[in-house]
C-alpha cells in the first residue's frame, strides 16, 4: 500500500495536484484495502491520507486501514471532507465513475478547484504486484476445481439454469466469496448468445455448452470459459471447435511484454478468417482481470494498450452462429517478457461429456 500511494502522490505532484479524492470502490480498496468502498471515499494529499465513512464501517475501517486517518461521516454529506478539502487549491477527481449530480454537488459545495481525471488508478493497477498475482492464480485454481467437478455432474436432462446455480454453489464452497459476473451456462442454439443467460432449455445429446464464469477470492476475480459437448459431438462443431482452438491458441502464444494488444486481436481475426468465421466473432479477443472483472488493458481492434510485464488478462475468441450454437474458450494469462503463463489450467481440448 505504501508503495501505491507513492505512486499516487508522484503524479499528483508532476500533474500539479493538491489533493486526489477517490471514490470508486475498487480504487479505495486497492489504495487503503478497505473493502466497504461503495460507502467511503478516500483523500490523498502530499502529506495526509483520510479515509471518509460512515459509522457502520468504522470498526472495519480500523483493522482494514491502520495507517488512514479515519473521518466519520456518511458518503451524502460533504462537511468533514469540504473541512479537508477547502485548504488546498486544485483537487483531482474520478471523472469517469462520478455523476453528473455528484460532480455538482462537488463544485458547488467544495472551494477547491476540481480537477477530472479518469482512468488514473486504473492504469497503475493494470500491472500487479506478487501479491495481486498470487491471489489472482488462487481465482484461477478454484475456478479450475469447479470445472472439474461440474464435468462430473453435467448429463443429458438437466437445465442451463440448474448447472449455473451449481457452478455458483461450487465456486464459494471451494472459496470464492461471490461470482465475478452472472454464470453463463448456455446451450445448443442458446450458445449463439455470447452473454446468454441460464434458462430453463434441458441438456440434449449433440449440445454444446458454453460455460463462462469466475469468483473472487480475497476482492481478485477469477474468468475461464470451456465449451463442452453432450453426448457426441457432429463433424461440422468438432471442426469448428478445432478452428476456434487454434486462433485462441494462437492469441496466447502472442501475449508478452512489448505487444500491442491491437495486433493480438487482429491476428486472432485473421485466424478465424482463414475458416470462413471471422464474421461470427463478435467482441474483443480479451482484457485485463484484477479488482474488476473488466480492466484495462483491452485486447480490441480499437484497443491503443500495450502489454506490460505484471499484467493479467483474458485470451477469448469465440463464435456464434444464430440458429445453431456457438463456441468460446478463455484462458486468463499473467504477461511476462518472453511470453506468458496460464493460470486457468483446465484441459481445453474437445470434451465429450
Not at 453463463?184 to 434441458?202: C, D, F, K, M
Not at 469448428?240 to 494488444?261: R, T
Not at 480492466?295 to 452462429?321: A, N
Request: proline share 3%; net charge negative; aromatic share 8%.
Amino acid at each position: 500500500m505504501v508503495e501505491r500511494i507513492k505512486k499516487i502522490r508522484n503524479f499528483m505532484e508532476e500533474s500539479r495536484l493538491d489533493l486526489f479524492l477517490v471514490t470508486k470502490p475498487e480504487n479505495i480498496r486497492y489504495l487503503s484495502a478497505f473493502s466497504a468502498g461503495s460507502d467511503a471515499r478516500l483523500v490523498i494529499s502530499s502529506d495526509g491520507q483520510y479515509i471518509f465513512t460512515d459509522s457502520r464501517y468504522i470498526e472495519q475501517a480500523k483493522r482494514e486501514c491502520p495507517d488512514w486517518e479515519l473521518m466519520q461521516e456518511h458518503v451524502g454529506r460533504l462537511d468533514s471532507l469540504a473541512g479537508i478539502c477547502d485548504k488546498y487549491n486544485r483537487l483531482a477527481v474520478e471523472s469517469h465513475c462520478l455523476s453528473y449530480d455528484l460532480f455538482q454537488q462537488y463544485a458547488t459545495r467544495l472551494k477547491s478547484e476540481l480537477v477530472p481525471l479518469a482512468n488514473t488508478i486504473e492504469r497503475q493497477r493494470a500491472v500487479k504486484d506478487e501479491l495481486e498475482l498470487d491471489l489472482l492464480t488462487t481465482s484461477a485454481r478454484i475456478g479450475d476445481s469447479v470445472f472439474n467437478q461440474i464435468c462430473l455432474e453435467i448429463q443429458e436432462g438437466l437445465s442451463e439454469r440448474y448447472i449455473a446455480n451449481r457452478i455458483t454453489y461450487l465456486l464459494k464452497e471451494k472459496g470464492s466469496t461471490r461470482e465475478s459476473f452472472d454464470t453463463i451456462a448456455v446451450s445448443g442454439e442458446n450458445a449463439a448468445l455470447p452473454h446468454g443467460q441460464p434458462g430453463n432449455r434441458l441438456l440434449r445429446r449433440g449440445d454444446m455448452l458454453t460455460l463462462d464464469f469466475g469468483g473472487f477470492y480475497q476482492g481478485y476475480a477469477g474468468d475461464m470459459t470451456r465449451t463442452v459437448v453432450i453426448g457426441e459431438a457432429s463433424p461440422k462443431l468438432r471442426d469448428m471447435y478445432l478452428e476456434v482452438l487454434e486462433a485462441q491458441e494462437l492469441g496466447v502464444s502472442l501475449v508478452k511484454a512489448g505487444v500491442s494488444c491491437r495486433e493480438i486481436d487482429m491476428q486472432v481475426r485473421e485466424c478465424l478468417r482463414k475458416y470462413g468465421l471471422d464474421v461470427y466473432f463478435q467482441h474483443g479477443t480479451g482484457h485485463g482481470v484484477g479488482l474488476e472483472i473488466h480492466e484495462i488493458p483491452r485486447l480490441s481492434p480499437l484497443s491503443d494498450d500495450v502489454l506490460e510485464e505484471g499484467m493479467v488478462v483474458t485470451v477469448e475468441p469465440g463464435v456464434y452462429i444464430p440458429g445453431w450454437g456457438g463456441i468460446r474458450i478463455e484462458d486468463t494469462v499473467i504477461v511476462k517478457k518472453g511470453g506468458c503463463e496460464i493460470i486457468t489450467r483446465s484441459d481445453k481440448g474437445l470434451l465429450i461429456i
